[in-house]
């Protein structure tokens, strides 16, 4: 079992930048594989970005590469998202995300993930 909770969301404005957290309880955080998804008002919950436990290696979505860099401290047993450039596209709530299993097929896919966070709000404003 692991409990996640995120912290760092809040209002920028169009191309600023914010850092999102998840900090992750127990001592077996380096086991895990995490990941960020986010969702706007009326849509899915889509991915975002993923790094694995082993050789940290990340995953982002088309729509984020470039932008956003998707980091861990398993020490502190937390991940980070650096989000740089931001846009009004990207307002909505961020999910973390954690699992014990990594596949990388199916890295973007929020059903295998087993443990999520609460969430933190990101508004961008134009």
């Known amino acids: 079992q692991v409990q996640l909770v995120e912290s760092g969301g809040g209002l920028v404005q169009a191309g600023g930048s914010l850092r999102l957290s998840c900090t992750a309880s127990?001592?077996?955080?380096?086991?895990?594989?995490m990941g960020w998804f986010r969702q706007a008002p009326g849509k899915e919950r889509e991915f975002v970005a993923a790094?694995?436990?082993?050789?940290?290696?990340?995953y982002y979505a088309d729509s984020v590469k470039g932008r956003f860099t998707i980091s861990r401290d398993n020490a502190k047993n937390t991940v980070y998202l650096q989000m740089n450039s931001l846009k009004p596209e990207d307002t909505a709530v961020y999910y973390c995300a954690a699992d014990r299993w990594f596949i990388a097929a199916k890295v973007a896919d929020r059903h295998e993930y087993n443990y999520w966070g609460q969430g933190t709000q990101v508004t961008v404003s134009s």
């Open positions: 790094i694995t436990q082993s050789f940290g290696n990340t």
């Open positions: 127990g001592r077996t955080f380096s086991s895990y594989a």
